[in-house]
């Protein structure tokens, strides 16, 4: 199966599970926009509502909702397999940890990306696949 997810400029809608290791997966849903603006260079907005449960001041339990914000700003490069890109992400931007920066590769049947935590002491990093 060949795709064309961040290839071509589109809008997805996004609704299904996401799975950590050691917890059970969560519902989600969320939408997905991609833009070319120029030769090679994407955008690529991403936005999620993951659930949780929160504590109240009674000890009581309460099912609320969090939004996840990511906005890509991209460069895939001529031979359209390999690409890198920076990434403001909502919530370790709360943490004032700046941006994110990394790399993407792109196989026939998914999207793989490494990134890190840029100006981070503690040199976090991600993986995840698409």
């Known amino acids: ?3 064309t997810f961040l290839l071509q400029p589109g809008q997805w809608t996004l ?3 996401w799975c950590e290791t050691h917890l059970n997966p969560l ?3 969320g939408t997905v926009n991609i833009v070319w603006n120029q030769p090679n260079w994407f955008s690529y907005t991403q936005r999620l509502t993951l659930p949780y449960y929160q504590q ?3 000890n009581n339990y309460y099912f609320s909702s969090s939004e996840l914000s990511l906005n890509y700003r991209g460069y ?3 031979q359209q397999n390999q690409y890198t890109f920076v990434l403001k992400h909502n919530q370790l931007g709360n943490l004032e940890l700046g941006n994110l ?3 993407g590769w792109i196989t026939p049947t998914s999207i793989i990306q490494r990134y890190w935590v840029l ?3 503690k040199r ?3 993986f995840e696949t698409f």
């Open 1 to 3: 199966m060949t795709h």
């Open 15 to 17: 609704k299904g599970f």
């Open 27 to 29: 519902p989600i849903e």
């Open 56 to 58: 109240n001041s009674t």
């Open 76 to 78: 895939l490069g001529f």
């Open 101 to 103: 920066e990394g790399n």
């Open 119 to 121: 100006n981070d002491r």
């Open 124 to 126: 976090r990093q991600g």
